[in-house]
């Protein structure tokens, strides 16, 4: 009887040790998975940091080379500018025919290209002081009272040349270095020169006037 007993107690041991093993296999397995699981975790969040690490440092990169380049590019027009617009102008002699002005605007506009968007000045003044203005390409508009167009002759640039009137009856002489296109007589004109000087011409009646004298190379 006693080694029933014995042989009883025996056998409950067995199945508690047996069931605490297996308790602690399958707590063990847990672990490990859910630490597999949290290491999972955090290597993916490292790789979305890494990446928008990247994506940042791409966009600075992009950005700097964005404004360097545009920077760039203001610096060169500024150069530009102040290389055509520091020729040698006279500003002792206002008649273009003898001051040598005419030349220093012909090499302006071959290097500006077509003149366009010209400072709004008012037009009195420059026509009281046009040596101010040497070398900064202006906006004119007039009334045509005279409009001539001339043929091509490789020893002259000239190809048309407008006398026009402005609401305060400054009288300027336009050079042009393109023919005057559909440009009529009384027709409003607008467009952008470069003044040379100031001189006086005879009237048809006896006298002189004095005409503002601008180049230009664009009628558009």
């Known amino acids: 009887m006693k080694n029933l007993k014995l042989a009883a107690v025996i056998f409950v041991i067995a199945v508690v040790v047996s069931a605490c093993g297996t308790s602690d296999g399958k707590i063990s397995d847990q672990t490990n998975s859910s630490s597999d699981t949290k290491q999972q975790e955090i ?19 992009d950005k700097e080379a964005e404004e360097k380049a545009k920077l760039d590019e203001e610096i060169s027009v500024a150069a530009q500018e102040q290389d055509i617009s520091s ?27 077509p003149l366009k968007n010209g400072s709004k000045v008012d037009i009195s003044k420059v026509f009281k002081a046009p040596w101010d203005y040497y070398g900064e390409p202006i906006a004119i508009k007039g009334y045509a009272q005279i409009v001539q167009d001339y043929p091509p002759n490789p020893d002259n640039f000239l190809r048309s040349e407008i006398v026009m009137l402005t609401d305060n009856e400054t009288i300027i002489d336009v050079l ?22 100031r001189m006086e011409v005879p009237n048809a009646i006896g006298g002189t006037f004095t005409h503002l004298i601008v180049l230009t190379n664009n009628f558009e």
């Open 176 to 197: 042009s270095t393109v023919p005057s296109g559909d440009i009529q007589e009384n027709d409003l004109v607008s467009l952008t020169g470069l003044v040379i000087g």
């Open 87 to 113: 020729g040698d102008w006279n500003i002792t002699d206002e008649n273009p025919t003898t001051s040598g002005n005419i030349l220093v605007g012909l090499e302006y506009m071959e290097k500006s290209g």
């Open 43 to 61: 290597e993916a969040e490292n790789e979305k940091l890494k990446a928008e690490a990247e994506r940042l440092k791409k966009e600075l990169a």
